[in-house]
Nanobody
Framework: VQLQASGGGLVQAGGSLRLSCAASRRIRSISVMGWYRQAPGKQREWVASITSGGSTNYGDSVKGRFTISRNNAENTVYLQLNSLKPEDTAVYYC?????????????WGQGTQVTVSS
């Protein structure tokens, strides 16, 4: 599975961005898709995820500001970023996991930079 992330950019604090993650296969077949981020000098942090059934979960730092969604027809997962803060600045990575009997299969996109200026 190949994941192509896009949509990052430079935005002022309080602004919005929408990230996209296009998959090379039907996302209905991917158990969980989500977003992680990594700021300079910090560990990669889970941001949000959405299951094949549509259940969503969010990290505490983004809850109420970010929204993850999926379009099965387009094989794309989106992350809407609202009320952005400078501390949201990071490279955002798309992630997909296929839960299989023999073990999970994890896939990563190449990352897209989000920079929030104060």
């Amino acid at each position: 599975v190949q994941l192509q992330a896009s949509g990052g950019g430079l935005v002022q604090a309080g602004g919005s961005l929408r990230l996209s993650c296009a998959a090379s296969r039907r996302i209905r077949s991917i158990s969980v898709m989500g977003w992680y981020r990594q700021a300079p000098g910090k560990q990669r942090e889970w941001v949000a995820s959405i299951t094949s059934g549509g259940s969503t979960n969010y990290g505490d730092s983004v809850k109420g500001r970010f929204t993850i969604s999926r379009n099965n027809a387009e094989n794309t997962v989106y992350l809407q970023l609202n009320s952005l803060k400078p501390e949201d600045t990071a490279v955002y990575y798309c992630h997909g996991r296929i839960v299989a009997v023999g073990g999970n299969l994890d896939y990563w996109g190449q990352g897209t930079q989000v920079t929030v200026s104060s």
